[in-house]
């Protein structure tokens, strides 16, 4: 998958509400960690946060930029 793909359809994927397809483009063993809550959380743990985000706030995201490519990372502003 191209980076501009990978970025489009995971906003799209936030814009839609759809903690599912947000968890999707993530590793599935991968441990994330939450800044607003200085804690590590697993994918499904994550997942199910996104349920209770998303049944509360429905914000909504586009692309601000260009999007930057490295050997390993992806990184854009939304």
Same mark, same amino acid.
């Given at each position: 998958?191209?980076?501009?793909? =990978? @970025? +489009? %359809?995971?906003?799209?994927?936030? +814009? ?8 999707? =483009? ?6 994330? =960690? %939450?800044?607003?809550? %200085? ?7 994550? /997942? ?12 909504? *995201?586009?692309?601000?930029? %260009?999007?930057? @490519?490295?050997?390993? /990372?992806?990184? *854009?502003?939304?």
């Amino acid at each position: 998958m191209q980076a501009n793909e =990978f @970025v +489009n %359809d995971f906003i799209d994927a936030w +814009n839609q509400h759809d903690a599912k397809g947000v968890a999707s =483009f993530l590793s599935s063993n991968g441990i994330y =960690f %939450d800044r607003l809550f %200085d804690e590590k959380i697993s994918r499904p743990d994550l /997942t199910q946060y996104l349920y209770e985000l998303f049944s509360r706030e429905k914000h909504q *995201y586009q692309l601000v930029g %260009d999007i930057l @490519v490295g050997q390993s /990372t992806i990184a *854009y502003q939304y």
